[in-house]
């Protein structure tokens, strides 16, 4: 069986990284497309941690964040900080969060606790209302998406069972394979894992996107002193942060939908709204001077998965990879696993196709 996979982000690296482990050794091709100066993978903050509000991607995360902390080769590809986390989220209760809690620490290991408005105001937080509940997270932190792209497309470098092509578009996608540089390669089933580019490729080749769109992303590192949190998200106002050697990352959800795939300008008023909300919530932590404001776009999904999806009116044979809504470090170990078992086993393909 010949796969091919297109696009060479931390998704589909680590896509073609599994498939090339699996028995059966199907022959593998991994077309990275054109270079782009700052993908979604290149411009991910990383942040990892058990949390998420969804219980598919939060099963997903656990199980990313388990493979993460017990593989030292993985640990040491991904750059892997292990800061702690601390997760708010827009509503829930003791008794409502219970249940999240005792699975993170039912697979990390009582990881996790809860803590209240209380706590979370001697921790450092100021004007939080009297009911916010927070998930603090031990095992928890970030990761250097680029760098373990790049750790993972060094090693596939070295298998026989893949071939590395040259970057460029892809043209006349279809089930039966696509051309690249004029070259037409056939393929038993194409994964498209383009990021940000997927939904256009899709159009572009005269195939429905779905539930797939773009979204940009923002944020600012800072110089800060002063009491720095640790990695953190306030789902109420969208604020999250995390640390940086000598600094904090900073930023708010943005609000371009459909955003186009080659990029959008960075929005200074989004980056000094961040830092003000910042220094609000935060009363004892200086922000000092702040570079350049980093903008990508990502691919989004409606379920906030990323996944395998089938592509309608192919056959079963086209794929898409990607949709994980700008969060896609927390959940791509156990997403491409499961993604590269859909693949290789025919008891999975069966049922994915039903």
Not at 158 to 187: H, K
Not at 252 to 272: I, K, M, N, Q, R
Not at 275 to 303: I, K, N, Q
């Amino acid at each position: 069986m010949r796969i091919a996979i297109l696009g060479s982000g931390l998704a589909g690296s680590l896509l073609a990284w599994r498939l090339a482990q699996r028995p059966g050794r199907a022959e593998l091709l991994l077309a990275p497309g054109p270079a782009a100066a700052a993908d979604a993978t290149a411009a991910s903050g990383g942040a990892v941690r058990g949390y998420e509000v969804n219980p598919e991607q939060r099963a997903l995360a656990l199980a990313s964040m388990a493979e993460l902390t017990a593989d030292p080769v993985l640990r040491n590809w991904s750059g892997f900080t292990d800061c702690g986390s601390i997760f708010l989220p827009e509503t829930g209760t003791a008794e409502s969060l219970a249940g999240p809690v005792a699975e993170i620490n039912a697979t990390l290991g009582d990881s996790a606790r809860l803590v209240d408005a209380e706590q979370l105001a001697r921790d450092g937080w100021a004007g939080l209302a009297p009911d916010r509940i927070g998930i603090l997270e031990r095992q928890a932190g970030y990761l250097n998406p680029n760098g373990f792209r790049r750790a993972v497309l060094a090693d596939l470098a070295g298998r026989r069972s893949i071939t590395l092509l040259a970057g460029g578009a892809v043209g006349e996608l279809g089930p039966d394979g696509f051309t690249l540089a004029g070259v037409r390669y056939r393929c038993d089933l194409v994964v498209l894992a383009a990021g940000a580019w997927t939904p256009s490729v899709l159009r572009e080749a005269g195939f429905e996107v779905g539930e797939l769109t773009t979204k940009s992303i923002q944020y600012a590192i800072h110089r800060a002193s002063g009491a720095l949190p640790t990695t953190f998200v306030d789902d109420r106002s969208g604020l999250f942060g995390k640390p940086t050697p000598g600094g904090l990352l900073l930023g708010l959800p943005t609000t371009g939908w459909s955003a186009p795939p080659s990029g959008v300008p960075a929005d200074p008023e989004l980056a000094e709204r961040a830092a003000a909300l910042a220094t609000s919530t935060f009363p004892a932590l200086r922000l000092h001077s702040a570079g350049p404001p980093v903008a990508a776009v990502d691919c989004y999904a409606e379920s906030g998965l990323l996944a395998l999806r089938p592509v309608a009116g192919a056959d079963g044979r086209l794929f898409s990879f990607t949709g994980g809504t700008g969060s896609a470090a927390k959940t791509v170990l156990a997403a491409s696993s499961r993604a590269a078992a859909q693949l290789t086993d025919p008891a999975v393909q069966l049922a994915g196709r039903t």
